[in-house]
């Protein structure tokens, strides 16, 4: 009887844990065109303030006569919601990544990067030729591509722009979203440097962790 009642308040406790790690506060990054990223923020805005949208941009690249285009958001919020949103957005193609408290907690320096996926792979070839101490934690690519199109700059008839879609359109983008941990403080900066000057988006989680 002793046994049987221990093993019962064993697992009530089980359940409670787990309870308590699906209702866990968590950030969530994610990535893909302005569609895909419109829809996650709605979602965010209808779901009675369960999550919080902390920022969104949308970022336009500009590579000779091309402009890609494509949109990311931040999220912090209750952790059911946001692997409902994580799975809309995979389902669509996006890329999404999920931060918890664990990471923040257990790794030093943690930063996201997004860009497009060979931006991305140059940059952290660049880190790790230049003996930085870093670590992934998370990758995820988008399935689907984000926008390309002639630059608005580029003086053409806008027939001429329609004409020309298909050829660009063969070398569209994959975009990419990692998270990295940064051992040393020190080198923080250094790559900080090196992603910008990839033109890669990077968040540093110390400037924008939300006290609960």
Same mark, same amino acid.
């Given at each position: 009887?002793?046994?049987d009642?221990?093993r019962?308040?064993?697992?009530?406790?089980?359940?409670?844990?787990d309870?308590?790690v699906?209702?866990?506060?968590?950030?969530?990054?994610?990535?893909?065109?302005?569609?895909?990223?419109d829809d996650?923020?709605?979602?965010?805005?209808a779901?009675?303030?369960s999550?919080?949208?902390?920022?969104r941009?949308?970022v336009?690249?500009?590579?000779g006569?091309?402009?890609?285009?494509?949109d990311?958001?931040?999220?912090?919020?209750?952790s059911?919601?946001? &692997?409902?949103?994580?799975?809309?957005?995979?389902?669509?193609?996006?890329?999404a990544i999920?931060?918890s408290?664990?990471?923040?907690?257990?790794?030093s320096?943690?930063m996201?990067?997004?860009?497009?996926?060979?931006?991305?792979r &140059?940059?952290v070839?660049?880190i790790?030729?230049?003996r930085?101490?870093f670590?992934?934690?998370?990758?995820s690519?988008?399935t689907?591509?984000?926008d390309?199109?002639?630059? &608005?700059?580029?003086?053409?008839?806008?027939f001429?722009?329609?004409?020309l879609?298909p050829?660009?359109?063969?070398n569209e983008v994959?975009l990419?979203?990692?998270l990295?941990?940064?051992e040393?403080?020190k &080198?923080?900066e250094?790559?900080?440097?090196?992603?910008?000057s990839?033109?890669?988006?990077?968040?540093?989680?110390?400037?924008?962790?939300t006290?609960?």
């Open positions: 009887m002793i046994e009642n221990i019962i308040l064993r697992q009530a406790a089980r359940v409670k844990s309870d308590e699906v209702d866990d506060k968590i950030w969530c990054i994610i990535a893909g065109n302005v569609d895909l990223i996650v923020a709605y979602r965010a805005i779901s009675k303030n999550v919080k949208i902390l920022f941009e949308h336009v690249l500009k590579e006569n091309l402009d890609k285009k494509y990311f958001i931040m999220l912090y919020g209750n059911r919601k946001i &692997d409902e949103f994580n799975r809309v957005s995979i389902s669509r193609r996006g890329a999920k931060i408290h664990y990471y923040i907690n257990e790794e320096n943690l996201v990067l997004v860009a497009p996926d060979d931006t991305i &140059d940059a070839s660049i790790e030729k230049s930085i101490p670590a992934i934690l998370q990758e690519q988008t689907g591509f984000i390309v199109g002639i630059s &608005d700059d580029v003086k053409l008839p806008g001429v722009k329609s004409a879609k050829f660009y359109k063969a994959v990419s979203t990692i990295i941990s940064v040393k403080d &080198d923080v250094r790559v900080q440097s090196i992603a910008t990839k033109k890669i988006f990077v968040i540093d989680f110390k400037d924008i962790i006290e609960d």
